[in-house]
């Protein structure tokens, strides 16, 4: 068996590729070497990252995957098969001169800037490096190609700058959970969408067979089974793409914030003698039978955003339960009510997601549905039995163009996801 057999199939891809899209005789300081981060779907727990509350991500079998080679100089070079275009950047000067530099690379190399520039940041000495970048993540389709895209990012420079990566003081690696605030960071600066913790944890923490509950106020982290031969994980990409998402999704964040301050006003008025009330900094501090007494005094639509939060918080802890008890069928029904409330308080749905939503819950054996991700566009998540995925197919194929003028893109994954690098030569 050779060493490159067991890689994720971009990563061998991107490795083929390498001698035929760098083939201009630049010296290279080090053989192969291949980086590579899985995309996610998040089972439950949509929007509750930046309020300190839970998630349930899985990483899954698509990755974004860097394969190239040590340069003895500071430049990086990168080829994308997606977009099939070269861009180039130097490492001198970041974090200092990103902005500059940002402002001149296309969307997706920013992602990477943004990484490099946040390592560079924290004390990294990094070379520069050529790759070719490939991967199997649909872009923009929900299951964070552009996380992936980081990690895979943050794994190719600590695997070029060979041993030189220290951060901190004694020669100390970065735990997973750091790569993934490196990469939340880099996102940030990067695209402006200031994005909780979730899709970067989930690439860098994911492991076959299991999902993860990560609790992202203490950023620790539980993994549990998701183990389901008899079920599917179907992802249906709605085609459309908004460009409103940025701006909404930063609003959301912003109305979060007003409706924590406004419910720690109002508890703390009506329960003097509650000292916990005071210590209220985040959605997930504030209880259900809380938000039942005193949420109607809420306005809208702090009010309807607050109750989505709250009750989505719990919703995945219910489903984290389930898990421990390998019942994964019954996570089916939380999946359906997370929808409604994104659509209706949290109002991040659009008319297609909640096309596909409702299509799914016309058959027999689709367990559940809900928007995934930030929302506005982008993919279902749909919990199906394997024997009705051939019908809900068949269903979504016959009724969603007709009803919305686009066409949807099936595909089913798997709990496989990993992250790593590893020289190849
Ligand atoms: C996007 C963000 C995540 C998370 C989800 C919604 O994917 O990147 O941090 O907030 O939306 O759950």
């Given at each position: 068996?050779?060493?490159?057999?067991?890689?994720?199939?971009?990563?061998?891809?991107?490795?083929?590729?390498?001698?035929?899209?760098?083939?201009?005789?630049?010296?290279?300081?080090?053989?192969?070497?291949?980086?590579?981060?899985?995309?996610?779907?998040?089972?439950?727990?949509?929007?509750?990252?930046?309020?300190?509350?839970?998630?349930?991500?899985?990483?899954?079998?698509?990755?974004?995957?860097?394969?190239?080679?040590?340069?003895?100089?500071?430049?990086?070079?990168?080829?994308?098969?997606?977009?099939?275009?070269?861009?180039?950047?130097?490492?001198?000067?970041?974090?200092?001169?990103?902005?500059?530099?940002?402002?001149?690379l296309?969307?997706?190399?920013?992602?990477?800037?943004?990484?490099?520039?946040?390592?560079?940041?924290?004390?990294?000495?990094?070379?520069?490096?050529?790759?070719?970048?490939?991967g199997?993540?649909?872009?923009?389709?929900?299951?964070?190609?552009?996380?992936?895209?980081?990690?895979?990012?943050?794994?190719?420079?600590?695997?070029?700058?060979?041993g030189?990566?220290?951060?901190?003081?004694?020669?100390?690696?970065?735990?997973?959970?750091?790569?993934?605030?490196?990469?939340?960071?880099?996102?940030?600066?990067?695209?402006?969408?200031?994005?909780?913790?979730?899709?970067?944890?989930?690439?860098?923490?994911?492991?076959?067979?299991?999902?993860?509950?990560?609790?992202?106020?203490?950023l620790?982290?539980?993994?549990?089974?998701?183990?389901?031969?008899?079920?599917?994980?179907?992802?249906?990409?709605?085609?459309?793409?908004?460009?409103?998402?940025?701006?909404?999704?930063?609003?959301?964040?912003?109305?979060?914030?007003?409706?924590?301050?406004?419910?720690?006003?109002?508890?703390?008025?009506h329960?003097?003698?509650?000292?916990?009330?005071?210590?209220?900094?985040?959605?997930r501090?504030?209880?259900?039978?809380?938000?039942?007494?005193?949420?109607?005094?809420?306005p809208?639509?702090?009010?309807r955003?607050?109750?989505?939060?709250?009750?989505?918080?719990?919703?995945?802890?219910?489903?984290?339960?389930?898990?421990?008890?390998?019942?994964?069928?019954?996570?089916?029904?939380?999946?359906?009510?997370?929808?409604?409330?994104?659509?209706?308080?949290?109002?991040?749905s659009?008319?297609?997601?909640?096309?596909?939503?409702?299509?799914?819950?016309?058959?027999?054996?689709?367990?559940?549905?809900?928007?995934?991700?930030?929302g506005?566009g982008?993919?279902?998540?749909?919990?199906?039995?394997?024997?009705?995925?051939?019908?809900?197919?068949?269903?979504?194929?016959?009724?969603?163009?007709?009803?919305?003028?686009?066409?949807?893109?099936?595909?089913?994954?798997?709990?496989?996801?990993?992250?790593?690098?590893?020289?190849?030569?």
């Amino acid at each position: 068996m050779s060493e490159t057999a067991f890689l994720p199939q971009p990563a061998r891809d991107a490795l083929e590729l390498f001698p035929i899209a760098m083939r201009d005789g630049v010296k290279y300081a080090s053989g192969m070497g291949v980086a590579w981060a899985a995309g996610r779907v998040n089972l439950i727990g949509e929007h509750t990252d930046y309020n300190d509350g839970f998630v349930l991500p899985i990483a899954i079998d698509r990755v974004v995957a860097f394969a190239g080679r040590a340069r003895s100089d500071n430049i990086v070079r990168l080829w994308s098969t997606h977009f099939q275009k070269y861009a180039q950047f130097s490492l001198e000067e970041l974090p200092g001169i990103f902005e500059q530099q940002r402002s001149t690379l296309p969307p997706w190399v920013r992602y990477v800037l943004g990484v490099i520039a946040e390592l560079i940041h924290a004390g990294a000495v990094l070379c520069g490096f050529d790759a070719v970048v490939h991967g199997d993540v649909p872009v923009g389709g929900g299951m964070s190609s552009s996380a992936a895209l980081e990690v895979a990012a943050a794994q190719a420079c600590m695997l070029f700058s060979n041993g030189q990566f220290t951060i901190g003081t004694e020669g100390a690696t970065l735990t997973p959970m750091e790569v993934a605030a490196v990469c939340q960071r880099a996102e940030h600066m990067a695209s402006g969408v200031l994005c909780g913790i979730l899709d970067q944890a989930a690439s860098c923490l994911g492991r076959p067979g299991d999902a993860i509950l990560l609790d992202c106020r203490s950023l620790e982290y539980r993994y549990l089974p998701f183990d389901a031969p008899d079920l599917s994980l179907v992802v249906i990409d709605t085609g459309v793409r908004r460009e409103l998402a940025a701006s909404a999704y930063n609003e959301r964040r912003r109305q979060c914030k007003e409706a924590v301050q406004m419910l720690r006003e109002i508890i703390v008025q009506h329960e003097p003698e509650n000292q916990s009330a005071l210590a209220i900094r985040a959605l997930r501090d504030v209880t259900l039978e809380q938000f039942a007494r005193y949420g109607h005094r809420l306005p809208d639509p702090w009010r309807r955003r607050a109750g989505y939060v709250i009750a989505e918080d719990a919703r995945v802890l219910q489903a984290a339960r389930v898990l421990e008890e390998g019942a994964i069928e019954k996570v089916g029904p939380l999946l359906w009510k997370s929808h409604i409330g994104l659509r209706d308080e949290y109002e991040v749905s659009c008319i297609e997601l909640d096309t596909l939503v409702e299509i799914a819950r016309q058959v027999p054996g689709a367990l559940g549905a809900r928007m995934l991700g930030g929302g506005f566009g982008g993919s279902t998540i749909n919990l199906v039995r394997n024997e009705a995925v051939e019908a809900l197919q068949r269903m979504v194929t016959r009724e969603y163009p007709a009803r919305t003028g686009q066409q949807a893109k099936i595909d089913t994954c798997k709990a496989v996801g990993g992250t790593g690098n590893r020289w190849v030569t």
